[in-house]
């Protein structure tokens, strides 16, 4: 039992650091991870999920996004939103963009200094769970079960140390 649960830590710290190494290669590459915090692109791009996006440099951006693209901007309040192009003028520097969900309103233009990336895709309810991951208590938990883990390992190893001296003392005499 001890090989198994020894083979389950080294396959998650495994497929961790899998995960790590991608996520920088990935973001070399000039991809960026955003976690998805509203439902205006569902049913496609699930609450929760990750997104991947490919970033470009200001002048490749007309030529790597069209209609029916979905892309990633700074709105009016500064935050992140991802929502799909319905509109495009590179000679006025305009894109215009709406929510996939039925009834989503139509944003205002934005230029390409508010864009941020193209997305490529997506990872269904990872956001949750680096939420999860990332929160104070699950911190502070994770912490406490590694303390307590290695005090208890510590103190099985040393009853088993004491009841072999006490043995070995008993045989001697």
């Not at 960026?32 to 951006?61: C, F, H, N």
């Not at 790597?64 to 991802?82: A, C, H, P």
């Not at 009834?103 to 934005?110: N, P, Q, T």
């Not at 912490?143 to 510590?154: E, M, N, W």
């Amino acid at each position: 039992m001890k090989k198994v649960f020894s083979y389950i830590g080294y396959v998650a710290a495994g497929i961790l650091v899998l995960a790590i190494i991608t996520h920088f290669a990935l973001y070399l590459f000039g991809y960026r991870a955003l976690v998805v915090v509203s439902g205006s692109m569902e049913p496609e791009i699930k609450t929760g999920s990750v997104i991947y996006i490919k970033t470009y440099e200001q002048d490749e951006i007309y030529a790597n996004v069209k209609v029916g693209d979905y892309i990633t901007f700074v709105n009016n309040e500064g935050n992140n939103v991802t929502h799909a192009v319905i509109y495009i003028n590179p000679a006025a520097d305009e894109i215009q963009t709406q929510g996939i969900r039925e009834g989503a309103a139509v944003d205002d233009k934005i230029s390409s200094a508010d864009f941020v990336g193209k997305f490529v895709f997506t990872i269904s309810y990872l956001g949750f769970i680096i939420k999860v991951i990332s929160s104070k208590t699950f911190i502070v938990a994770f912490i406490s079960v590694i303390i307590i883990g290695y005090l208890v390992s510590a103190i099985i190893k040393e009853v088993k140390k004491g009841k072999k001296e006490e043995n070995s003392e008993q045989k001697s005499e």
